[in-house]
């Protein structure tokens, strides 16, 4: 289903090293939208008596009845000291929805990410993702393939506490962010020419090898190779086609492949097999 309206505002994650060193991004490039910012007038984002968590489930929210059946803006609005993510959702006739059924907001400290889990009733999005640069919002991905519904990832530049509610009519899911005072390095994704690398991180890594992420858009295909000195040792490729213009999940379990010293490459080739987009990610496998 394909939503024609005209926008005026605008996977859990495994364990990963946290190495120093490089991944190679071998080209950059994005899907383009454009986000509606308001400032809040007297940090409303930290009024109420709405606690804040800083680790794994902050809401599982619920409302009667459920029209919504796509994404229909995401909304920014930054303060001095806090940051507030509003979700608002269509109807199937394109008009705003007044209630969106069952959410979860979950929150991944280490891997930096925020995550909104909604209905198995929302399976389409007039947004993909874009880019913020906030203090404590870097960016956010709209992505399918992870539950029954859609999922938001939102991405982050700190370790935060964040809350949630939703409303009604109209229907919103409503994320407040503050700083969480925990300075903390985060592993965060890694993000290159279309793909969105949630894991491996760079370093020393483990069999079952666990490759998450997710692709944009107009990707329809993600390479996945494992080179060793000897040349290429696993070559698998994982469809990310999907019926709503977002990003698409990719996951591989490899339970063996080559030992020692390796690259891991995620992303796309051309005709020749050649690589043209992606990240290279160095690995230290036993």
Known sequence: MRFAIVITGFVLVASACTGTGDVTHDSSTTTSSTTTTTTIAGSECRTGELP??????????????????????????????????????????GSPASSIGPVAVAIMPDAG???????????????????????????????????????????????????????????????????????????????????????????????????????????????????????????RSISTLSPAFVWHAFRLTLDDGPSGAVDLFVGTVDENDEPIDGITVPLDLP
């Not at 969480?180 to 020393?204: C, K, M, N, Q, Y």
């Open 52 to 93: 804040f968590v800083e680790d794994g489930v902050v809401a599982v929210l619920d409302s009667q009845g459920r029209d919504a059946r796509a994404i229909g803006d995401l909304r920014w609005l930054p303060s001095d000291d806090c940051e507030r993510i509003e979700l608002t959702f269509l109807s199937e006739a």
């Open 113 to 235: 990410i925020v995550r909104i889990t909604l209905s198995e009733d929302i399976v389409d999005s007039a947004v993909a993702d874009t880019k913020l640069n906030g203090g404590l919002v870097d960016r956010w991905f709209v992505v399918d393939g992870i539950g029954d519904g859609l999922v938001v990832d939102l991405h982050l530049g700190e370790r935060v506490a964040a809350r949630a509610f939703s409303t009604t009519s109209p229907g919103r899911v409503v994320i407040d962010l503050v700083p969480a005072g925990d300075d903390r390095p985060i592993t965060g994704a890694v993000e290159s020419g279309g793909i969105v690398l949630l894991s491996p991180r760079r370093g020393v890594g483990l069999y079952p090898l666990q490759i998450t992420g997710y692709a944009a858009p107009d990707v329809d295909a993600v390479r996945i190779r494992l080179t060793d000195q000897l040349g290429v040792a696993i070559d």
